[in-house]
């Protein structure tokens, strides 16, 4: 059966899969989602003998489906290939009791590279498929991770340029200069005097500036996103959850059926969200454990039903958990009003008008397989030096956000199902925070003296995305006001 894709907002017109890809955010500024989620085309048993892959094609077919079968493989063919440095692309590994979904084997080792290694090449059928003659630029808010892996994707792809906004003081060292080290003639950086919700906020408003669009479009150009928004970006994310759990059946650590609880890091809700649609699409997934930094507006929203944004913006260790304004939740209370648009659409007013909301009694009561747990900073450090004490496994700090919440919820549920733990990043992403946290304070300050330091610690090789870095030249400098980020999109397309 086909799926199409419709606003979160109430806009009822039906788009295609590729048309969903190629907008990002639909007319009205909502969300699109698909109008029903498909179910696993084929059997659990079937799964357990399919690479990553085929994997990947069995469960983007079900949803994208107006791509035929050879677009689709040969996009699954691009993306998923010797980028990763382990064959399994998204391994899991035994860590104490726990199961964690290793999801950094991607070019720029954070889990955004699951989706955004094939999203450009999506975008660019799909750009082919509607016979869109303008150039895509793809605008890009992001709180660490997304930017480098969109820039990575996006690069020297034919057809689009990508520019990426990011909050200059609120990402980690090697996180800023894998982006300002990027190459590609279509790629441009800018930091921003501002936080993530900022940059967020600044890139929405770009793509609701009609006037703005009429002008792009008469110049030959039409914007994108390859934020967690965009669908392209979400129905990849479903396959590691369907992966995963058919390689824990094949591990012997679940028999067909069985529930798995999922702990998830989480910022804007896109990976959680991909989760609860593998859910639905019937992989037995038990609890979804969404896992919270001291920006825990999601873990009070899941324990009072309110989502109140009003409350001081905190850095922390896991900076691409620091957000207060998690997009795609929307998607998941267009799902808990029924497809209500016009009720998600008011909800989603009030967010703007008084920065919060607060969902019905028969919406709470429809959240009961999900859970809401935070780690402070101090817990997250304890948790990076705890596993490795006892396991010798190091951690990343967004990874031991999780670890912790699954401490927290078993602690408190007396729940021991079997429990995988998405690991989101590399450690040596944030070695500075890691080696501090296994080895005490640090005079060094240098991340890359830090990053050998780890490589002792951890007995694993520093991976090639960060050697690369090490001695690469910065090619990106600008820096900007929250209200020039118009300006600074004029001035690259020069325009
Ligand atoms: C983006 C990111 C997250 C948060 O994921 P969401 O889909 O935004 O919830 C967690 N950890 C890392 C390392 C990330 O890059």
């Known amino acids: 059966m086909n799926v199409t894709y419709t606003s979160t907002r109430g806009s009822q017109t039906p788009h295609t899969a590729s048309a969903a890809i190629l907008k990002g955010l639909a007319e009205d500024g909502g969300l699109f989602v698909p109008d029903h989620i498909p179910a696993l085309p084929v059997s659990l048993e079937a799964l ?13 077919h079900a949803f994208l489906t107006d791509y035929t079968e050879e677009e689709l493989k040969e996009c ?3 993306a998923y290939d010797d980028k990763f440095d382990v064959p399994e692309i998204a391994p899991i590994v035994r860590v104490g009791n726990r199961y964690h979904l290793e999801l950094f084997h991607g070019a720029t080792i954070a889990f955004k590279d699951m989706a955004l290694s094939i999203l450009p090449h999506l975008m660019v059928k799909a750009a082919a498929k509607n016979h869109m003659e303008k150039e ?17 994707g996006f690069a020297d792809v034919p057809g689009t340029k990508i520019i990426v906004f990011y909050p200059k003081a609120g990402v980690s060292a090697i996180q800023e ?11 441009h950086v800018v930091g921003i005097h501002g936080n993530f919700d900022d940059a967020q906020t600044g890139v929405k408003q770009i793509f609701g500036d009609k006037a703005l669009e009429k002008e792009m479009a008469d110049k030959g150009f039409v914007f994108s996103s390859a934020n967690s928004i965009n669908i392209g970006r979400l129905v990849p994310q479903v396959v590691y959850y369907v992966y995963a759990y058919a390689r824990l059946t094949v591990q012997g650590v679940l028999k067909a059926g069985d529930p798995l609880n999922v702990v998830v890091p989480t910022g804007n809700f896109g990976n959680i969200l991909a989760a609860f649609y593998a859910k639905e699409m019937g992989i037995p997934i038990g609890k979804l454990i969404c896992a919270s930094n001291e920006n825990k507006v999601l873990f009070d929203f899941f324990g009072n039903g309110c989502y109140d944004r009003n409350r001081p913006f905190v850095l922390t260790s896991s900076p691409s958990m ?3 304004i998690s997009s795609n939740l929307e998607r998941l209370i267009y799902w808990l009003t029924g497809a209500n648009g016009a009720q998600t659409n008011a909800f989603m007013e009030e967010l703007k008008k008084t920065g919060r909301y607060e969902i019905t009694d ?11 747990f935070f780690a402070s900073e101090t817990q997250t450090e304890a948790q990076i030096a705890k596993v490795y004490r006892e396991t010798g496994y190091v951690m990343d700090t967004h990874t031991a956000v999780a670890s912790s919440a699954a ?3 078993e602690a408190v549920s007396g729940d021991h199902r079997p429990v995988l733990v998405v690991s989101t990043a590399s450690p040596y992403k944030f070695a500075g925070n890691v080696v501090r946290a296994i080895a005490g304070p640090q005079t060094e300050t240098d991340d890359f003296v830090l990053v050998d330091q780890l490589e002792k610690l951890s007995g694993t090789p520093v991976p090639q995305a960060v050697e690369d870095i090490r001695k690469a030249p910065i090619l990106h400098h600008t820096v900007c006001d929250k209200e020039q ?4 999109v004029r001035d690259f397309l020069k325009i």
């Open 48 to 60: 357990t003998k399919m690479t990553y892959q085929e994997t990947a094609y069995a469960v983007m």
């Open 76 to 78: 699954i063919d691009r």
């Open 136 to 152: 895509i630029v793809i605008l890009t808010a992001t709180s660490g991770d997304t930017g480098k892996a969109a820039l990575a």
């Open 177 to 187: 200069k894998q982006m300002l080290t990027q190459k590609g003639d279509n790629t």
């Open 322 to 324: 620091d957000i207060l």
């Open 362 to 372: 028969t919406m709470v009561e429809k959240l009961k397989d999900f859970a809401g």
């Open 407 to 409: 401490d927290q919820y």
């Open 485 to 488: 980020m118009v300006q600074a």
